[in-house]
């Protein structure tokens, strides 16, 4: 297997959405590969300027990925990867706002592609959503070779256009595309918030000593990746020649209840005030998620390295470290605790 890590010295990156968890994270990881240059695109619509690592060779470019100025600007860079992260996230927010789902995610990588096609970078990695292409009665675990038009959410569903987006600048224009397909990812530099991920919101509860709210019987399972495996993942996609024109899950191969990852959390907090149960909202129709990631190990040596029972104290550790910036950015509308997300 190649020394992946080393094609990204002294090359030119673009990172749409790098201030987010995921995106910060391989902003870090390509400027420790010798990057020359990380340009990062965010609006910070969902993220924080504080998350951003500061480093010599990191350039932020403020702005929304739908901005023809704004491309320009970071295109003219002559990027020789992108690694199109940038998404209006989560199912919730996608069914309350789902013109500006489609503006965003279908617009938004349509324009990413066009500029990458003229620009002719050497790789497209595009975050696509397993929870989001395999519908809701696929068979366990989830594989590449599966796929439903059967979808619940817009945001499901863009992630999927986006996915056929990448397919038709391939054949047509020759982009050398890569879909990444995540499962729940976790971990340091997520933070909590109304259409955010359920663990960074269960471990704001916790610390906050209130009850965390599950929507359902807790009995529902997922498969939560810890951002440096997810991180590992993309950098080999950027580069492994057995990448281009495929799909692949990136995710850790493993269930996790529910009801077992709030009492996990309660108990590493010390947070005494328990769980509380809602009734699941009609679009939260998967009660299981489990995902196959032996394609991604078999083109690219994915493989995830940090297990449940590793990853979780790292996020809380980072939690802690972060408290002040983390309550001040924490953002809940209305019936606050009915906003925490059980599914990706």
């Known amino acids: 297997m190649m020394d992946y890590k080393s094609e990204y010295k002294g090359k030119k990156i673009l990172v749409t959405g790098g201030a987010g968890a995921i995106g910060s994270n391989l902003v870090r990881a390509l400027s420790e590969a010798g990057a020359e240059k990380i340009i990062i695109l965010d609006d910070f619509s969902s ?3 504080w998350n951003i690592p500061s480093l010599p060779n990191v350039l932020v470019s403020e702005g929304d990925i739908l901005d023809e100025i704004k491309l320009k600007r970071v295109f003219f860079e002559k990027p020789d990867y992108v690694f199109h992260l940038a998404a209006f996230f989560a199912n919730q927010n996608s069914i309350d706002h789902p013109e500006r789902d489609l503006q965003v995610n279908g617009m938004g990588i349509l ?3 066009e500029y990458s096609a003229l620009t002719k970078v050497k790789r497209f990695v595009y975050a696509s959503s397993g ?10 675990p989830l594989k590449e070779d599966f796929m439903s038009m059967h979808l619940s959410t817009p ?3 863009t992630k999927m256009l986006g996915e056929l987006y990448c397919n038709f600048f391939q054949h047509q224009y020759e982009v050398p595309v890569v879909k990444t397909r995540f499962f729940n990812s976790y971990g340091p530099g997520e933070i909590p918030g109304q259409y955010r991920n359920v663990i960074p919101n269960f471990i704001y509860w916790a610390m906050s000593g209130k009850p965390l709210p599950i929507t359902g019987t807790g009995e529902e399972t997922r498969d939560f990746t810890f951002v440096g495996d997810i991180v590992d993942g993309l950098m080999r ?3 492994m020649k057995e990448a281009i024109g495929e799909e692949f899950n990136l995710a850790s191969g493993r269930e996790i209840q529910i009801k077992q990852l709030a009492e996990m959390i309660n108990k590493m907090v010390g947070n005494n005030a328990g769980i509380s149960f809602a009734p699941k909202r009609k679009w939260d129709t998967k009660s299981r998620i489990l995902a196959s990631v032996e394609k991604a190990n078999k083109l690219i040596g994915y493989k995830p390295n940090t297990t449940f029972e590793q990853g979780l104290p790292k996020a809380i550790e980072w939690f802690k470290q972060n408290w002040d910036n ?3 950015a924490a953002s809940f509308g209305p019936g606050a605790s009915s ?3 059980t599914i990706c």
């Open 155 to 157: 945001y499901q569903i």
């Open 47 to 49: 993220a924080e300027k």
């Open 326 to 328: 983390i309550q001040k």
């Open 339 to 341: 906003a925490v997300r």
């Open 237 to 239: 996609s950027g580069v």
């Open 111 to 113: 324009k990413l592609l």
């Open 131 to 140: 929870c989001s292409i395999y519908g809701s009665h696929a068979p366990m």
